[in-house]
């Protein structure tokens, strides 16, 4: 508790100390002489990547957006596929002018520097650390895979507020929040030394001492649990509370005008994710096969819990129901599943089927909001109880992979459940926290410059013609 109340003192210290942080930027550890010179690429394994970053990109363009698409009314059709495309973009090139820099080079255990800015010293010849030492990757496919996850996590919250926010809101908006929730996440939870600064004890404590704060504290995030669905499904949550309820929220019928581009959406959701999650090993090697399979069985086994508790409680099976049950069982499993046995991974999908639909039917109404798209009952709770479930399932004893020491160079001994979830469950909170108080301050600067909504006649005609002057469907 001390650890979270300490993070959540530091949040405005550490936004206002960020612009003077050019002044003492320093060369990331991963990018250090010593450390490079020691690498060679595999090309086996930057191969991988490349497709992997591919698998990404294709999870928001086309995905997301015909996922998100489908579930809105068909006035509102083109704005969200709009927004999510136009978001992808965005960010991708803020990414590269300082996104990266930001996130991934060594600065406090908050922000990076800015000594990677615009890619400055990043050549077709540089070399990111794998998870083993003297294994490398190429930068800049590394850089991309990074940027890919960066412009996903800002598309998912646009979920939240569909079909009554102002298109020049969603670019400002994403524009704060990324810089001042996503990156500062993101190095908190990813940044480090890479392996082949731990050759000792005493060269692994220096180590450490330079990586972000969560992975200081030991959190276990494979592929995304805090940095993607819990970031941007709190962002999305405070967003809906802002923005306020649609018109007729509650009166109006406002169900998904094509189940079909759903279906679509979800697959593609899910056929890119084996990129997101066994790509996150940065390796062709085992733990990414392991991470393969885990995003096979996991998605499968929450589809079926959805879709059978669905049908005892409603009389009929629903592919919305099979489809929403799909994407929770990705998001548990994202944080996990280089972490987890495959039995784990079935466990743990199982039971995000269950919570991810009592997060739409029953926690949504708790909430009181209009959370358009289910962004927080499905990325939110099951990003949560993924991220905790994988203190649980890591364990060596549950068919986990453990804990690796790398001065060792063998699982480390004395592995603690009880000691992990505390871990994972700090991680989660100061995630919340953080994203939450980022969002607070982004929409409340936004609504007070440009406003966040659309006029009331504006949103009745839809935002397709509106805001685009165009319609998706001619008829």
Not at 123 to 146: C, M, R, V, W
Not at 181 to 197: E, F, K, R, T
């Amino acid at each position: 508790m001390k650890k979270i109340l300490s993070s959540l003192a530091l949040l405005g210290s550490a936004l206002a100390a960020a612009p003077a942080m050019a002044a003492d930027a320093v060369a990331s550890v991963v990018a250090a002489a010593p450390a490079v010179a020691a690498m060679t690429i595999n090309k086996g394994d930057n191969t991988w990547l490349f497709v992997a970053t591919a698998l990404v990109i294709l999870m928001s363009i086309p995905g997301l957006a015909l996922f998100y698409g489908g579930l809105v009314r068909s006035k509102n059709m083109l704005s969200v596929l709009m927004q999510v495309f136009t978001v992808f973009c965005l960010i991708s090139i803020l990414w590269v002018v300082y996104g990266y820099s930001v996130a991934f080079t060594e600065g406090n255990a908050f922000f990076g520097s800015f000594s990677k800015v615009f890619l400055k010293g990043v050549t077709p010849d540089s070399i990111a650390a794998t998870f083993n030492k003297g294994i490398g990757i190429s930068e800049l496919i590394y850089i991309a895979f990074q940027g890919a996850f960066a412009a996903i996590t800002c598309g998912l919250i646009v979920g939240s507020f569909a079909e009554r926010i102002k298109f020049s809101a969603v670019l400002v908006f994403c524009v704060i929040w990324f810089t001042f929730s996503y990156l500062p996440i993101a190095h908190m939870v990813w940044y480090w030394a890479g392996p082949d600064a731990y050759t000792s004890a005493d060269a692994a404590t220096l180590a450490t001492k330079t990586a972000g704060f969560l992975f200081q504290d030991g959190a276990l995030d494979f592929a995304g649990g805090t940095v993607v669905h819990i970031n941007a499904a709190v962002a999305g949550l405070v967003g809906s509370y802002f923005v306020g309820k649609r018109v007729g929220y509650g009166r109006d019928p406002m169900t998904p005008h094509s189940l079909t581009m759903t279906m679509i959406g979800a697959s593609l959701l899910w056929f890119g994710w084996f990129g997101f999650n066994a790509g996150s090993a940065l390796e062709a090697n085992g733990t990414a096969a392991l991470a393969f399979i885990n995003t096979w069985v996991a998605p499968a086994a929450a589809a079926m819990t959805w879709l059978l508790i669905e049908w005892m409680w409603k009389g009929k099976p629903s592919l919305l129901g099979a489809a929403s049950g799909a994407v929770a069982g990705l998001v548990v499993i994202t944080p996990a599943a280089g972490f987890v046995g495959v039995g784990g991974g079935l466990v743990m999908g199982v039971l995000a089927g269950a919570a991810g639909l009592w997060g739409v039917h029953g926690l949504k109404r708790l909430l009181g909001a209009d959370d358009s798209l289910d962004v927080f009952g499905v990325h939110g709770v099951c990003g949560i109880l993924g991220a905790i479930l994988t203190g649980v399932f890591a364990s060596p004893d549950l068919g986990g992979t453990g804990v690796w020491d790398y001065v060792a160079n063998g699982v480390a001994s004395g592995y603690s459940i009880a000691t992990q979830v505390k871990i994972q469950t700090i991680g989660v909170l100061v995630t919340i926290a953080w994203s939450g108080a980022v969002a607070i301050i982004a929409y409340k600067l936004v609504d007070m410059t440009i406003g966040l909504r659309v006029k009331e006649d504006e949103e009745r005609e839809g935002l397709d013609v509106a805001c685009h002057g165009e319609k998706a469907y001619n008829m």
